[in-house]
């Protein structure tokens, strides 16, 4: 019998994308953890092949009665990931102690472990976007969110755990399967909506004079492509070299330019409109976000990105054009 992998946060947008494609690869001995709630998370896992679902808080009951101790791999992506969590007690447990946990025991029983660091650490960018270990311990983030990935990726760093284990700062992922997100989706989805029922687009305005109104670039990378290099490193063996990595494209791209790549996804001319920033998140908004690759391809990623045009246009026509309500 294959050694099962284990998925956390598998009903998740990432994590579901992670399973659908380890099935595709013919992986289907998966213990997938998650919490699913009384929203419709659920229906992500229509269609998915695996061994096992649990709750998070059994999961850890499991682990320490002995079960999957002869996994192949953990990939741990359950995390809140709402930027705006007020709740920082909860953030701590949930986003730093709970990882902690699944890594030691990762490294005890000799399994491969792969966790959701975020490029939210990088705070305002004052530092850059530079993923080098030396820059990682002077970071800022804005938010307890980002803060609380933060911490683990410090924790990990001071006990030299990057030589066996990987972070992967992941940038502005977009794609099928976020629609459970709500306010967190991404700004391509939420564009889909409004051009469907409105004609057109709402964009924060800016605050800062060194960018024009919608011309905020991101990191945009297509969520196909963030699951390849999360299952390039999360199925190497035990041992494999490690270290925590940007995943992103290098690529920053405009806002507008990706509103713009919605519309024409649709067959649709451009049509935005800009909104003023709610006061709570002026001073936490990332105006410029930038993945440093060189560290990523030195790891042995080498594989071309999907460009910002052609991950809309797929998201758009094969998914949310064509989904099941």
């Not at 009384?38 to 009665?65: M, Q, S, T």
């Not at 004052?126 to 002077?138: Q, R």
């Not at 629609?179 to 991404?186: A, Y």
């Not at 605050?207 to 390039?232: C, N, S």
């Amino acid at each position: 019998m294959a050694k099962p992998i284990i998925v956390t946060g598998a009903a998740g947008f990432i994590g579901r994308n992670v399973v659908a494609e380890l099935n595709a690869r013919g992986e289907e001995e998966l213990i997938l953890v998650d919490e699913l709630g009384k929203d419709e998370k659920w229906k992500n896992l229509r269609g998915l092949h695996y061994e096992d679902i649990v709750a998070p808080e059994d999961f850890l009951g499991l682990l320490e009665d002995g079960a999957y101790a002869d996994a192949r791999s953990l990939i741990h992506l359950g995390a809140c990931s709402a930027t705006t969590e007020k709740d920082a007690d909860y953030l701590l447990r949930n986003n730093y102690q709970y990882t902690r946990v699944l890594c030691n025991w990762s490294l005890s029983n000799e399994v491969r472990f792969v966790y959701a660091s975020s490029a939210a650490t990088y705070g305002a960018g004052e530092l850059g976007y530079d993923d080098a270990d030396t820059v990682t311990p002077n970071l800022k983030p804005l938010n307890m969110y980002g803060y609380s990935k933060h911490m683990f990726d410090l924790w990990a760093l001071k006990h030299d755990l990057f030589d066996h284990i990987v972070g992967l700062k992941y940038y502005n992922v977009f794609g099928p399967y976020e629609d459970h997100k709500g306010d967190m989706r991404s700004v391509v989805n939420k564009s889909f909506e409004q051009i469907r029922t409105d004609g057109f687009v709402r964009l924060f305005k800016s605050y800062k004079p060194e960018y024009k109104d919608g011309e905020q670039k991101r990191d945009f990378i297509y969520v196909k492509d963030a699951v390849d290099v999360t299952l390039h490193f999360a199925l190497q063996e035990f041992g494999s070299p490690g270290g925590l990595l940007n995943c992103g494209t290098g690529e920053p791209r405009t806002w507008v330019d990706l509103v713009t790549a919605a519309f024409s996804a649709m067959g649709k001319d451009a049509n935005i409109q800009f909104i003023p920033m709610p006061e709570e998140l002026r001073g936490k908004y990332q105006y410029f976000t930038q993945s440093k690759v060189d560290k990523l391809r030195a790891a042995g990623y080498t594989k071309p990105f999907t460009t910002l045009e052609e991950g809309v246009k797929d998201y758009v026509q094969s998914y949310l054009l064509t989904r099941e309500e």
